[in-house]
């Protein structure tokens, strides 16, 4: 069985299309037994879809929106530390 530093240094791999299938499959294996592993390729795959997308100039509502809250609360914290 894979471990986590193996399914990562296969990470690229496994979002590469092209990957053969028996690394493939071992890989999503991996997965299936290892939730953090998932949110990872989950993650990444969200975000390649993000710069791949079929819109690229259309962030979607939802990324704009924690986009927006985190930089509030950025500029939040900064005036609260200088004041
Ligand atoms: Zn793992």
């Given at each position: 069985m894979l471990t986590c530093k193996d399914f990562l240094s296969g990470l690229n791999a496994f979002l590469?299309?092209?990957?053969?299938s028996l690394l493939r499959a071992q890989l999503e294996k991996h997965i299936n037994e290892c939730p953090n592993c998932w949110v990872v390729v989950d993650t990444c795959k969200k975000t390649m879809k993000v710069f791949k997308?079929?819109?690229?100039q259309a962030i979607p509502t939802e990324v704009e929106d924690r986009l927006m809250q985190a930089l509030r609360r950025k500029m939040a914290a900064r005036r609260c530390g200088e004041a």
């Amino acid at each position: 069985m894979l471990t986590c530093k193996d399914f990562l240094s296969g990470l690229n791999a496994f979002l590469d299309e092209e990957t053969d299938s028996l690394l493939r499959a071992q890989l999503e294996k991996h997965i299936n037994e290892c939730p953090n592993c998932w949110v990872v390729v989950d993650t990444c795959k969200k975000t390649m879809k993000v710069f791949k997308g079929m819109e690229p100039q259309a962030i979607p509502t939802e990324v704009e929106d924690r986009l927006m809250q985190a930089l509030r609360r950025k500029m939040a914290a900064r005036r609260c530390g200088e004041a």
